[in-house]
């Protein structure tokens, strides 16, 4: 079959169903790899720090490193996917993370290992900016909020498999196992997207891509993660303040040049899409962490094993990916309802038993939490993400879902960012100890409380949220 240009895309796929399902199909291959890689690593962590002599604020930066590049990057890919093809920086966007995580398998250091996750942070960018935004292309005329559901259920069953292979793998081959998994798996997607992925979707319209804008965004991100780890250093102080004046930098420039990486006026002048923005970084601001913290308590205090470790862990995902399809088809008949609120204030509810975790804390306790969280954000996720980029016009899908995406990682950004700043200070350079354990609990106790007020605050943005929509809708 010939390449087919926008328009022809656009027709080829709305007078053929069963070519968007199959190409429903090569996104959710694409997309369920990543969270596996991702979420495999968390139960990793502990062995990582032992066979690499790493201490607990070095090896808190296995994640933040892939965050970093995720904020980086995030923007400057749905601009390059409009201009230049969402297939396209799709298909480049699993090559690098294919080959990142082959060097990560290799990195003989700590150092190099981050520099290898910073890389599949820019891969995984480059990935998630296109993938909604390709499903929104190709169902154009209905279904969105099930393709999307189907789509988001993919991304959580790739979070329940990550924690139960990550714990096999590390448990039986090594934690260099975990990084080396996707690769082959990753090969055979590429070959799907190139021969079974059809069309391509860009805009010919679309402007130059702001780099400097970019790099501010870079330097901000980097000076509050390095600055939060360096607190009480004076230092800290200096990075932090530093952050602050490139995001002002950022933010004026954004407003004054013609081709901006987002343009903040017109995102908050469409208050649908911008509440579900803002609702969706508080929500995974609020759980994001949650993986990690609960590999080190279950395997450093509990003393499971990474599989035992990663079986419970599994539960949180498993319901999500059970609820989110079923969340979608809802959203795509009644626009109006109150799903996603009621979603938030599950999972709020789920992080209550989690503040007071101590030695002698049930594993049912703990399985039951993370059903709890598990089944809000399921219900949460999917309507949010149907909202959102249906208020959109679909020239804008592919910096849409950037924005969309970005929204997620600036709320792991500050979950993280709030872990470093606890470990740095209850814990700082030292090695996990048994010693460490009581400072290992308090960490864990003010993180989930911060996760349960970013969770409730969530859930009064999402009700808002709703309420506009419900406006929007008397008012047709």
């Not at 979420?39 to 502990?46: D, G, K, L, T």
């Not at 150092?111 to 900016?129: C, D, I, K, N, P």
């Not at 970013?454 to 008012?475: D, E, F, P, Y």
Request: contains cysteine.
């Amino acid at each position: 079959m010939p390449a087919l240009d926008d328009q022809q895309t656009r027709e080829y796929y709305e007078n053929n169903p069963a070519a968007q399902w199959l190409a429903l199909l090569v996104v959710c291959a694409g997309t369920i790899l990543t969270p596996i890689a991702l979420a495999s690593v968390y139960v990793a962590i502990p062995t990582i720090a032992s066979d690499l002599h790493a201490h607990a604020l070095l090896v808190s930066w296995v994640p933040t490193a892939f965050l970093l590049a995720n904020v980086v990057g995030m923007l400057p890919a749905g601009h390059l996917a409009d201009k230049y093809g969402r297939k396209r920086v799709y298909l480049c966007g699993h090559a690098l993370f294919a080959v990142a995580s082959i060097g990560a398998c290799a990195a003989p250091s700590i150092e190099l290992l981050l520099v290898w996750r910073v890389l599949q942070g820019l891969g995984a960018a480059m990935l998630f900016s296109c993938a909604q935004a390709i499903v929104m292309g190709v169902f154009m005329t209905g279904r969105r909020g099930t393709a999307l559901g189907v789509m988001t259920s993919s991304i959580y069953f790739g979070v329940t498999l990550g924690p139960f292979l990550g714990g096999w793998l590390t448990e039986h081959y090594g934690w260099r196992s975990v990084f080396l998994f996707p690769a082959p798996f990753s090969i055979l997607v590429i070959l799907f997207i190139i021969y079974k992925l059809k069309g391509e979707w860009l805009n010919e319209q679309a402007k130059p891509i702001d780099w400097l804008g970019s790099l501010y965004i870079g330097i901000w991100a980097s000076s509050l993660f390095l600055g939060v780890s360096l607190i009480p250093q004076l230092s800290a102080l200096a990075l932090l303040l530093g952050g602050t004046l490139f995001l002002v930098l950022f933010i004026r420039r954004q407003e004054r040049i013609d081709n901006p990486l987002i343009r903040l006026k017109a995102m908050w002048g469409n208050k649908l899409f911008s509440r579900s923005a803002l609702a969706a970084m508080l929500m995974y601001g609020g759980i994001y962490q949650l993986v990690f913290l609960l590999s080190l308590y279950l395997q450093f205090i509990k003393g499971m094993s990474p599989s035992a470790a990663g079986r419970l862990m599994v539960l949180q995902a498993l319901m999500m990916a059970f609820v989110a399809p079923i969340a979608g088809r809802f959203s795509d008949r009644r626009k109006t309802n109150k799903i996603t609120s009621v979603g938030c204030l599950i999972v709020a509810a789920g992080f209550v038993p989690l503040c007071f975790l101590d030695e002698q804390t049930s594993i049912y306790w703990i399985a039951t939490a993370m059903l709890t969280i598990g089944l809000g954000f399921g219900l949460f996720s999917t309507p949010n993400n149907n909202a959102a980029l249906s208020s959109v016009p679909e020239s804008r899908l592919g910096i849409a879902s950037a924005v969309m995406n970005l929204s997620r990682v600036l709320g792991n950004m500050v979950g993280t960012a709030a872990v470093l700043f606890l470990v740095s200070s209850l814990i700082g350079a030292a090695q996990i100890q048994p010693e460490q354990y009581g400072a290992l609990l308090k960490v864990i106790h003010y993180a989930m409380l911060l996760s349960l007020l970013l969770t409730l605050t969530g859930a009064a943005v999402s009700r808002a949220h709703w309420q506009i929509a419900a406006h929007n809708k008397n008012l047709e």
